[in-house]
């Protein structure tokens, strides 16, 4: 079975800023259409800042790990989606705490807090085509599958596929929040850019589970 321990966080990070890397022309070019172009770029930057700083920092939790990538997000991605990533990093670092090894439950309650500090922030719901209609359901799906008594990795794996629906299921939806939502009922027919993103940042969660 999977263990939620250090070295799955630290193989999240890996396999996150990895791919992260080689989708940010993508992730940009669905920022292009409905956004400023820099949404790949952004997270290129503050993903490798928070790596780079894991690296030198050598955090000794997983709670320890997600503070550290948190406040590097905030500090160096910038833009709309790096105080909401931040976020989301800071929170489940809190919640995680001070244990060597997270409970999935732990985890369940981590990614709820976190789609909800992300909710709070950013003023934003499902159906407002952003990052919330993928982090939403992800967190759904995980909690969900643990309630059926599914082990880890299927759970987390449920919420990887929940992110990528969530993700292309913003494609008809009209924006409601940042910069997107500037361009009225234009924005129908694009990917939300920040959808995508945490759609592969759960693919990641879940592919941490194979070492
Ligand atoms: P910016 O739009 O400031 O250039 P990015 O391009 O890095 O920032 O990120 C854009 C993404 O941030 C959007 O695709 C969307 O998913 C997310 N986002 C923007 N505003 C909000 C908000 N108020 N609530 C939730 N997510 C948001
Ligand atoms: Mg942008
Ligand atoms: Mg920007």
């Given at each position: 079975?999977?263990?939620?321990?250090?070295?799955?966080?630290?193989?999240f990070?890996?396999?996150?800023?990895?791919?992260?890397?080689?989708?940010?022309?993508?992730?940009?070019?669905?920022?292009?259409?409905?956004?400023?172009?820099?949404?790949?770029?952004?997270?290129?930057?503050?993903?490798?800042?928070?790596a780079?700083?894991?690296?030198?920092?050598?955090?000794?939790?997983?709670?320890?790990?997600?503070?550290?990538?948190?406040?590097?997000?905030?500090?160096?991605?910038?833009?709309?989606?790096?105080?909401?990533?931040?976020?989301?990093?800071?929170?489940m670092?809190?919640?995680?705490?001070?244990?060597?090894?997270?409970?999935?439950?732990?985890?369940?309650?981590?990614?709820?807090?976190?789609?909800?500090?992300?909710?709070?922030?950013?003023d934003?719901?499902?159906?407002?085509?952003?990052?919330?209609?993928?982090?939403?359901?992800?967190?759904d799906?995980?909690?969900?599958?643990?309630?059926?008594?599914?082990?880890?990795?299927?759970?987390?794996?449920?919420?990887?596929?929940?992110?990528?629906?969530?993700?292309?299921?913003?494609?008809?939806?009209?924006a409601?929040?940042?910069?997107?939502s500037?361009?009225g009922?234009?924005s129908i027919?694009?990917?939300?850019?920040?959808?995508?993103s945490?759609?592969?940042?759960?693919?990641?969660?879940?592919?941490?589970?194979?070492?």
């Amino acid at each position: 079975g999977t263990t939620l321990d250090l070295p799955f966080f630290r193989r999240f990070l890996d396999r996150a800023t990895t791919v992260l890397v080689a989708h940010a022309a993508y992730l940009t070019d669905l920022d292009a259409a409905i956004g400023d172009a820099d949404h790949g770029s952004n997270l290129k930057r503050g993903f490798g800042s928070a790596a780079q700083a894991v690296a030198d920092a050598g955090p000794t939790t997983p709670g320890a790990l997600l503070t550290t990538v948190g406040v590097h997000l905030t500090n160096t991605v910038g833009g709309a989606s790096g105080p909401l990533y931040g976020t989301v990093f800071r929170r489940m670092g809190k919640i995680l705490g001070e244990d060597a090894e997270v409970a999935p439950e732990t985890l369940g309650r981590a990614l709820a807090a976190a789609v909800a500090s992300v909710r709070r922030l950013g003023d934003s719901a499902p159906g407002d085509a952003t990052m919330v209609d993928a982090l939403q359901p992800a967190t759904d799906a995980y909690i969900t599958a643990l309630g059926e008594r599914r082990d880890t990795a299927a759970a987390l794996k449920a919420a990887a596929e929940a992110a990528r629906t969530g993700a292309e299921a913003t494609i008809p939806l009209q924006a409601r929040r940042g910069r997107a939502s500037y361009l009225g009922e234009r924005s129908i027919g694009h990917q939300d850019p920040g959808a995508t993103s945490t759609a592969l940042l759960i693919t990641a969660l879940y592919e941490a589970t194979d070492p």
